[in-house]
């Protein structure tokens, strides 16, 4: 037990430390943000924030320490090391009542039993959005709407994974993500790192964390104005247990936030905020699986799975809490498990 609460200590301390190191490389940035166009805005990436995997977003997102398949890419790219066969996933996401399209798939391969690498695509999109600065008449004071034009908006990206096994408990993992964006003419193009680690001291239960933007992610705009993008540091724990041939899964995550969000967030110190994400899932015989959590967001979800050979289905909901005016939130994913 000593030694357990020594290595969850190292982990800790690790990850802090990597945060702070973050938090310097922003304060030194800032100091010349003004001069070189810099600057930092609390939603850059905003679409990448939101997870991925039905099963991991029925769980509310609590999947830090949980991450065992190719959707680990994303929320812990130490948890690909968990994979045995190739792995590839495909994700639908309808938002905001058909008004937003997110799409997501990736493909891990273990290179080793101490080695596994994968790639993660993420695509959202809106389109005809009204651009009315030139449909201003100014005779009548109303916009001509046969002078209004549309035009759409993409933000992309592309996850590189890799990770590896140090001993039976621990493993760590690292990623280097390409973004694009566009709206109507105008794009950016950016590139950020991901450290991850995965500490499992008993058979059952695992610690998780997880460094975003670990040295900031930079977006570069052809307008000339650079955006960076805040480190966000999550720490997860979850425990598996059974009773009988029913299979219980709880989970949860700390979020923690730089980026000056306050009253948004569950708790807050000046620009320091955090969140919590909580979840569990319940399996019967590895077949069916029934999912809740609750979100950082203020988003209550719940879903299901169905495990075939070699195929997973999973669905998950989500609503927010206080406003039904966003409407209802559904993902689709499937991951195929490619070998015996």
Same mark, same amino acid.
């Given at each position: 037990?000593?030694?357990?609460?020594?290595?969850?200590?190292?982990?800790?301390?690790?990850?802090?430390?990597?945060?702070?190191?973050?938090? $310097?490389?922003?304060?030194?940035?800032?100091?010349?943000?003004?001069?070189?166009?810099?600057?930092?805005?609390?939603?850059?990436?905003?679409? /990448?924030?939101?997870?991925?995997?039905?099963?991991?977003?029925?769980?509310?997102?609590?999947?830090?320490?949980?991450? =065992?398949?190719? #959707?680990?890419?994303?929320? &812990?790219?130490?948890?690909?090391?968990?994979?045995?066969?190739?792995?590839?996933?495909?994700?639908?996401?309808?938002?905001?009542?058909?008004?937003? #399209?997110?799409?997501?798939?990736?493909?891990?391969?273990?290179?080793?039993?101490?080695?596994?690498?994968?790639?993660?695509?993420?695509? /959202?999109?809106? &389109?005809?959005?009204?651009?009315?600065? &030139?449909?201003?008449?100014?005779?009548?004071?109303?916009?001509?709407?046969?002078?209004?034009?549309? @035009?759409?908006?993409?933000?992309?990206?592309? @996850?590189? $994974?890799? #990770?590896?096994?140090?001993?039976?408990?621990?493993?760590?993992?690292? &990623?280097?993500?390409?973004?694009?964006? =566009?709206?109507?003419?105008?794009?950016?193009?950016?590139?950020? @790192?991901?450290?991850?680690?995965?500490?499992?001291?008993?058979?059952?239960? $695992?610690?998780?964390?997880?460094?975003?933007?670990?040295?900031?992610?930079?977006?570069?705009?052809?307008?000339?104005?650079?955006?960076?993008?805040?480190?966000?540091?999550?720490?997860?724990?979850?425990?598996?247990?059974?009773?009988?041939?029913?299979?219980?899964?709880?989970?949860?995550?700390?979020?923690? =936030?730089?980026?000056?969000?306050?009253?948004?967030?569950?708790?807050?110190?000046?620009?320091?905020?955090?969140?919590?994400?909580?979840?569990?899932?319940?399996?019967?015989?590895?077949?069916?699986?029934?999912?809740?959590?609750?979100?950082?967001?203020?988003?209550?979800?719940?879903?299901?799975?169905?495990?075939?050979?070699? /195929?997973?289905?999973?669905?998950?909901?989500?609503?927010?809490?206080? =406003?039904?005016?966003?409407?209802?939130?559904?993902?689709?994913?499937?991951? /195929?498990?490619?070998?015996?």
């Amino acid at each position: 037990m000593i030694l357990v609460r020594r290595k969850l200590n190292s982990i800790l301390v690790l990850l802090c430390s990597a945060w702070i190191y973050s938090i $310097s490389v922003i304060f030194l940035i800032s100091a010349n943000a003004q001069a070189g166009g810099i600057d930092f805005r609390k939603y850059t990436l905003d679409f /990448l924030s939101t997870g991925v995997g039905a099963r991991a977003l029925g769980m509310g997102g609590a999947f830090t320490s949980v991450a =065992n398949d190719v #959707s680990a890419g994303y929320w &812990n790219p130490a948890g690909l090391i968990k994979i045995t066969f190739p792995q590839i996933i495909l994700m639908h996401d309808s938002r905001y009542n058909d008004v937003v #399209s997110y799409n997501y798939g990736a493909v891990a391969v273990p290179l080793s039993k101490t080695e596994s690498v994968a790639l993660s695509a993420f695509v /959202l999109s809106v &389109n005809g959005i009204p651009n009315t600065v &030139n449909a201003f008449n100014s005779i009548t004071d109303r916009i001509d709407v046969s002078k209004v034009t549309y @035009f759409g908006a993409t933000e992309m990206a592309l @996850f590189g $994974s890799y #990770s590896r096994k140090v001993s039976e408990k621990f493993s760590f993992g690292a &990623n280097v993500k390409f973004i694009r964006e =566009n709206i109507g003419s105008t794009y950016g193009t950016g590139i950020g @790192f991901d450290v991850g680690v995965l500490f499992s001291p008993t058979e059952n239960l $695992s610690f998780g964390g997880d460094l975003q933007n670990a040295t900031t992610t930079i977006v570069a705009w052809t307008t000339g104005t650079t955006e960076l993008s805040y480190p966000v540091l999550v720490i997860g724990a979850s425990y598996k247990f059974s009773i009988g041939k029913v299979q219980l899964l709880p989970a949860v995550d700390g979020v923690f =936030n730089i980026d000056n969000m306050r009253k948004s967030s569950m708790v807050y110190a000046g620009p320091v905020s955090a969140d919590v994400r909580a979840g569990a899932e319940v399996t019967y015989e590895n077949v069916v699986a029934l999912r809740a959590g609750y979100n950082e967001v203020k988003q209550f979800t719940v879903g299901a799975g169905l495990y075939l050979p070699k /195929l997973e289905i999973d669905y998950s909901f989500a609503r927010f809490a206080y =406003n039904d005016a966003l409407g209802d939130s559904h993902r689709i994913s499937m991951t /195929l498990t490619i070998g015996n």
